[in-house]
């Protein structure tokens, strides 16, 4: 049974501050990663995926895994009020189906 | 379709009322996944399927609960005797294939509340 943890949050920084999102995972075997935003009222989308060990940066975000530890971060730097949203931590499973994270609400304070 | 439709977005059911939920994915893609998400909670898998079959029901929590896929297309969550508990969103997803990992995209989901 896969699980996946994040127990840190709510989280909220100032506007331009970097914003560090953390997660854990259970399982040693799994293999790749995925952030979702989840908006209030909206449906998940996803931001980043990650399969392999180090940093993997797109725009403002940067995936970190460390398989050792077996966690995964999100930092966004340069955060923005826009920003401001539930972040899913998620791992798929046989068939890609997906155990997610309970998620961290973060809020960006203009 | 050029995203996951569901409908309807908003359903209000009295308890013990029966309720069906629809989902119309992607065209094309094969795998459709169905999840809900309660207040406070993370998204919880209830059933996946590829074309037609349903190869994983293990996250439907009750046999009040079923679902079918019908043309490899559109899929049918139904709750019978509908309960509190079964207040929640409940979000459609689809990807090309299951073994397309790179994610999949939601739907934007059915607000269930059962007074």
Known sequence: QKEVEQNSGPLSVPEGAIASLNCTYSDRGSQSFFWYRQYSGKSPELIMFIYSNGDKEDGRFTAQLNKASQYVSLLIRDSQPSDSATYLCAVPGANSKLTFGKGITLSVRP | ?115
């Open chain 2, 1 to 115: 379709g050029a995203g996951v439709s569901q409908s309807p977005s908003n359903k209000v059911t009295e308890k013990g009322k029966d309720v069906e939920l629809r989902c119309d994915p992607i065209s094309g893609h094969t795998a459709l996944y169905w999840y809900r998400q309660s207040l406070g909670q993370g998204l919880e898998f209830l059933i996946y399927f590829q074309g037609n079959s349903a190869p994983d029901k293990s996250g439907l929590p009750s046999d009040r609960f079923s679902a079918e896929r019908t043309g490899g297309s559109v899929s049918t969550l139904t709750i019978q005797r509908t309960q509190q508990e079964d207040s929640a969103v409940y979000l459609c997803a689809s990807s090309l294939s299951p073994g397309h990992i790179y994610g999949y995209t939601f739907g934007s989901g059915t607000r269930l509340t059962v007074v």
